[in-house]
């Protein structure tokens, strides 16, 4: 047979009589529960209870911290990306305008900020909305970042008339928006346009970089920059902080200056850039991995192919400088194609 031995608990001592010798009740330190006993003390490892706020004490913005859990991007939509007068350009022989067809081609760069705003009001801008799935009706400012040549563009039916901000200005709209006008190097006019939860964009006009730059407290979430005619916007930015490794680079105003297909590419590749076709929508932040790589898209993507296998690290190369000169390496065929072995990554 088996005996239970039970223990009768101990009494809470605080709740008892002080004495003379010891401390009374009040004067003893709370450390969880109604008292400072052993009974009452909180377990381990578990938060003591916090103590309830005065009536007078100030309570957080409810909208506030719902911005502090979940911020929203902003949202953008490239109606355009090419050049001012578009890719290909019209009577233009070039062999850069020959090849611009089907979804190569490009319309002039326009950007719609989160259906609110809308920098640089180009031709057809309301059905390059409407193929992208958005509509214009939202837009509450238009700006313009560049002189247009030829006769001015015709406004759509509710849409706010086109304007710019002067250099150093800052406007501030009724969506949360800010945007701060930015002094060119060229004729033209930058935005750093900052969202309702602090995300921030910079648009650069076509064949400009910034002009007398400062030190940049925080790099841009987005760029949008003419990277093949100016790149030394991008080492301007790069050099007082305004590009960081988290930065989305995101090619525009390309014409046909611009290289094709992959040469194009790899030229955006190695400047730490990219191009995205017309009726793009991204939002503001780093740009997308690679699916199953686990990492950003790099010259060595771009040098052999989104699906082209890359060379065996230890193929030699010949005197032409193509793999597989010499003696082949392990899973290497002469002819520089890799062997694919069960378990090879």
Wanted: hydrophobic fraction near 35%.
């Amino acid at each position: 047979m088996i005996r239970k031995s039970f223990q009768k608990p101990r009494a809470c001592t605080a709740d008892r009589a002080p004495d003379s010798a010891g401390p009374s009740r009040a004067d003893r330190p709370r450390v969880g529960g109604t008292c400072g006993g052993p009974a009452h003390r909180t377990r381990p490892g578990r938060p003591a209870p916090r103590a309830a706020d005065p009536p007078d004490a100030p309570r957080p913005d409810a909208r506030h911290s719902r911005r502090q859990a979940k911020i929203v991007p902003v949202e953008l939509t490239l109606l355009g990306t090419g050049a001012p007068h578009g890719l290909p350009r019209p009577d233009c022989p070039c062999a850069t305008c020959a090849c611009a067809l089907g979804p190569a081609s490009r319309a002039a760069t326009a950007v719609l900020v989160d259906g609110a705003m809308l920098l640089d009001l180009t031709p057809g801008a309301a059905f390059a909305a409407a193929r992208a799935g958005h509509s214009l009706s939202g837009v509450r400012q238009v700006l313009l970042t560049h002189p247009h040549e030829g006769p001015p563009v015709e406004v759509p039916a509710g849409v706010p008339q086109p304007a710019r901000v002067p250099d150093g200005r800052e406007l501030a709209l009724l969506t949360g928006h800010r945007v701060r006008a930015l002094a060119m190097d060229a004729p033209g006019t930058g935005y750093a346009v900052t969202g309702p939860d602090g995300e921030r964009l910079l648009y650069l006009p076509p064949g400009a970089a910034p002009a007398g730059l400062e030190h940049v407290a925080e790099p841009y979430d987005t760029v949008l920059a003419d990277v093949v005619g100016r790149p030394d916007a991008l080492a301007r930015l790069r050099a007082v902080g305004g590009v960081g490794p988290a930065t989305d680079v995101i090619a525009v105003h390309l014409g046909h200056d611009a290289p094709a297909g992959a040469e194009l590419t790899r030229r955006l590749t190695a400047a730490g850039a990219r191009a995205v076709p017309d009726g793009t929508t991204l939002p503001t932040g780093p740009a997308p991995r690679r699916r199953g790589t686990g990492r950003r898209h790099t010259w060595r993507d771009a040098a052999h192919g989104a699906g082209a296998a890359a060379p065996h690290p230890r193929a030699r190369r010949g005197a032409l400088g193509q793999v597989g000169g010499g003696r082949a390496a392990p899973g290497v065929v002469p002819g520089g194609a890799v062997r694919r072995h069960v378990g090879h990554p």
